[in-house]
């Protein structure tokens, strides 16, 4: 296409991804122009007007049968381990196929029925998931690290027709009152039926189903104690990798000689340590790397380690870190860090938090030459908005980049209206990425999505120089380590302690983790807490990640005239700024 796109928004500060500013024309021509494989073109996406790629693969399971007959004997995912297990394209596509058998006619999985999974990332997993999508079922990615209360939630919001997990969460999930009344089916177990069935000539003939059709729930943190599920589409997975692919090979084409490449020989390797509950690693699974032929390293199960993953770099030949800037933090500083080969490492792709100067310092320092790009995005939009490349990232280094490939930006004021650059209003966000909306809450899916489906995401930010900056996130939103977490959600439970009176949670900084909760207790008159009864207490009924680094005990909490407390006294005492 040209750049002849309607002007859909009058606002003086629209961002929107033109790839002619960052290519020569015949560039641009070839990657965008008629025919390329990232040709755009504007159409009618459930009743707005959405950018879209015009080469894209109709649904998900497409992009499995391509990706399996383009390269059927690639790798594609190894799950690492003391006997590690592989799987290429070849495989993955029978062993869907199997699966898809199982669950069609053992467990009666057919278009529309939701599939809930609770487990760490695992082969069995991820087969799960492409027999679910083939079928036309919808997956429930229950967080795996969340307690028996918060599966329960998840499960009753969404209605599953079967229940499947592995290890620690599948223990939890037994502990559910839906177990009573749901298969709950081990995935071994399942993998073993499908083992009697798999046949390595089998292939995948999906039919029915429909772009914006629902394909996966994933569940966001709110500003109540519940999490929602947003539902994501086909449309939405497909063009995750779409946007994702077009904004690397602007990198690479406008690297030159500059940054670190990967030799045209030589597979796409990355490291992908977050869940498959996420969108950062369900998408990866399922689009980047397919769509691409790349091959994705998963850790073993376990804590995140970072001389693990410094480990796999060597073992595996990783050519990509995918990761928060926590991650790297904690490679680069390991004092082991030298002993293992980084050369191949290319590209840095991370979002969710802005790389400080100093850890950009420091990949200078150990690192030199890689690509490093950065995003922000949530699940809401598949984890799209915008893209901060190399180029970008040397000029504009405190920003989160411009638009993402097919997906426009704007900064609103109070009442709605589009600012202009250097207004500090509401980000908002549209395009072929955001979500469908929240499964079965259709007053927090019309609160969050306008009548156009452009999404609000509670941020706060400002457009400079055609890059957007973040001003704040959501007054409340604390983000540990790449997880988002609402202090609503733990002050709920602190003051349903019996010695509690009052409660107030905040985020403090911390270097590598971006931001640790800190909880601020009054204690009931005559009670005798201690911070380890406090921690014990959240951690009965909330996620680890959820768990109070610090408790300060207090005889008050600062309250306004409103009767709201006063949190910035709290995180001015606390050292935030």
């Known amino acids: ?139 429930v990615s229950l967080n795996g690290w969340w307690t028996p209360a918060e599966l329960a939630h998840g499960i009753e919001l969404t209605g599953p027709s079967l229940l499947l997990g592995s290890a620690r969460p599948l223990e939890r999930l037994a502990r559910t009152e839906a177990a009573g009344r749901l298969p709950l089916v081990p995935l071994e177990e399942l993998d073993r039926a499908a083992a009697a069935v798999h046949d390595p000539a ?40 779409m946007f994702g692919g077009c904004g690397g090979a602007v990198v690479v084409i406008n690297g030159g000689g500059r940054y670190r490449q990967v030799p045209g020989d030589v597979q796409r390797t990355s490291v992908c340590s977050n869940p498959f509950f996420h969108v950062s690693g369900v998408g990866p699974a399922l689009v980047t790397a397919p769509m691409f032929g790349s091959r994705l390293v998963f850790p073993a199960r376990g804590r995140w380690d970072a001389e693990r993953v410094l480990a796999l770099t060597e073992r595996y030949g990783l050519t990509q870190w995918h990761g928060v800037p926590t991650h790297f933090w904690r490679m680069l500083t390991h004092p082991d860090f030298e002993k293992y080969s980084t050369g191949q490492v290319a590209v840095i792709g991370s979002g969710g938090s802005s ?87 259709p007053e927090a899916t019309a609160a969050a999505l306008t009548a156009d489906r452009w999404y609000l995401t509670g941020d706060y930010g400002r457009i400079v120089d055609g890059v957007l900056y973040l001003e704040s996130r959501m007054r409340d939103l604390i983000i540990r380590g790449g997880e988002n977490i609402y202090p609503i959600e733990i002050e709920y439970r602190l003051v349903e302690h019996p010695g509690v009176a009052d409660a107030a949670v905040i985020g403090v900084p911390d270097r590598i983790l971006g931001q640790q909760v800190k909880a601020f207790v009054v204690p009931e008159p005559g009670a005798s807490l201690t911070e380890e009864e406090i921690r014990g207490w959240v951690g009965e009924a909330l996620a680890a990640f959820k768990v109070p680094a610090f408790v300060e005990f207090r005889d008050a909490l600062p309250y306004n005239a409103t009767g709201k407390v006063i949190k910035r006294e709290l995180e001015e005492e606390s050292g935030v700024s």
Not at 44 to 69: C, I, K, N, S
Not at 392 to 417: C, I
Request: hydrophobic residues 35%; aromatic residues 8%; charged residues 20%.
């Open 202 to 241: 089998a292939r995948l003939f999906p039919a029915g189903i429909e772009e914006d059709d629902p394909a996966a729930i994933l569940f966001t943190s709110g500003t109540t104690s519940r999490p929602k599920g947003a539902t994501l589409s086909h449309r939405n997975f497909v063009h995750f990798g």
């Open 355 to 441: 790389f400080a100067p100093e850890l950009l310092r420091l990949f200078e320092e150990k690192m030199p030459g890689v690509q490093i790009t950065n995003g922000y995005g949530m699940t809401e939009t598949t984890g799209g908005g915008t893209f901060l490349n190399g180029p970008q990232m040397d000029g504009h280094p405190a920003s989160v980049g411009s638009a993402a490939p097919t997906m426009e930006v704007q900064v609103r004021g109070p009442e709605g209206e589009p600012l202009g650059e250097n207004e500090v209003g509401e980000v908002c966000i549209r395009g072929a990425g955001v979500f469908l909306g929240y499964w079965n809450d």
């Open 1 to 139: 296409m040209t750049d002849t796109l309607p002007d859909r928004s009058a606002a003086p500060a629209t961002l929107r991804w033109t790839a002619d500013q960052d290519l020569s024309p015949d560039m641009w021509n070839m990657l965008c122009g008629p025919g390329g494989p990232f040709e755009r073109t504007v159409e009618d996406v459930l009743g707005a007007p959405a950018e879209v790629f015009v080469q894209r693969p109709p649904h998900l399971p497409a992009v499995l049968v391509q990706a399996a007959e383009r390269h059927p004997d690639a790798g594609y995912c190894v799950f690492d381990g003391p006997e590690p297990e592989t799987l290429t394209y070849g495989e993955a596509l029978s062993w869907t196929a199997a699966y898809a058998e199982v669950l069609r006619d053992e467990h009666g999985i057919g278009k529309g029925d939701r599939v809930a999974i609770a487990s760490p990332n695992r082969r069995e997993y991820l087969l799960t998931l492409w027999a679910t999508l083939s079928l036309g079922g919808v997956i």
